[in-house]
């Protein structure tokens, strides 16, 4: 049934013209981390399977996870992307909350980058699904999501490690509470801020100008209806 629901997901996808459908893959329950790969990989195949007839221009995404219980570290599922030709969605406080802390840096952050890079390709980077939220967490990782500023998410720095590394992405919020969204949205509206500013710069001349010709076109008008009156002009 979870496989099924899965290639329903992919394939109602690839009819909205979606890129990348998030899957959580697995909990490793009583098998260990190598056992529950596997089992992963066997799925995989199956779902793969029907890539060409019923998904063949969406990315079937596994996501990092959060709790120390699951699978889905960063190295597994970019192990399992790298076999069968798809990448995975990158949920950076999921990280966090599993290390209990650490992942929250930019030594850290490159450190992961340069591994997804290593894993598939230098061009990988281009094109990225990622998840990134404040989050709350215990010694046994995730507990629940957070807006940014509620939380100890280093997201100015983080910005700046995407710019610098030249991401480019689809980038969501992973679970859109009202608070927690409106965080996410502040997040993307200060990537596109450092990622464009040279060419925002310029748009913000053109725009002032515009605004400012635009009132002295529309004060003329006025002056001008205003005279046409005085002379007895209709």
């Not at 992405?169 to 927690?180: D, H, L, N, Y």
């Amino acid at each position: 049934a979870s496989k099924q629901r899965i290639l329903n997901a992919l394939s109602m996808a690839e009819l909205c013209g979606a890129v990348s459908v998030c899957v959580h893959p697995a909990f490793y329950l009583k098998n260990t981390p190598e056992e529950a790969f596997e089992s992963v990989r066997t799925a995989t195949a199956e779902i793969m399977s029907f890539k060409d007839s019923l998904f063949p221009n969406t990315n079937l995404a596994y996501e990092t996870m959060g709790k120390r219980t699951q699978f889905g570290t960063l190295e597994e599922v970019l192990k399992i992307s790298k076999e069968f030709g798809i990448y995975p969605c990158v949920d950076f406080a999921h990280l966090h909350a599993r290390s209990n802390g650490e992942l929250n840096s930019v030594d850290e952050w490159d450190e992961m980058l340069d591994m997804y890079k290593e894993y598939l390709g230098d061009n990988s980077l281009s094109e990225m699904h990622i998840h990134y939220s404040g989050i709350e967490y215990t010694e046994k990782g995730e507990r629940r999501h957070l807006p940014l500023k509620d939380s100890d998410a280093n997201w100015q720095d983080f910005v700046q490690v995407l710019k610098e590394r030249k991401v480019a992405m689809e980038a969501q919020q992973s679970r859109c509470k009202s608070r927690v969204e409106r965080g996410f949205l502040w997040f993307a509206y200060c990537f596109q801020e450092r990622w464009a500013r040279g060419v925002c710069t310029q748009c913000r001349l053109l725009a002032q100008g515009f605004f400012i010709f635009w009132i002295f076109c529309t004060v003329v008008l006025i002056i001008g209806r205003s005279t046409d009156s005085e002379m007895g002009y209709p």
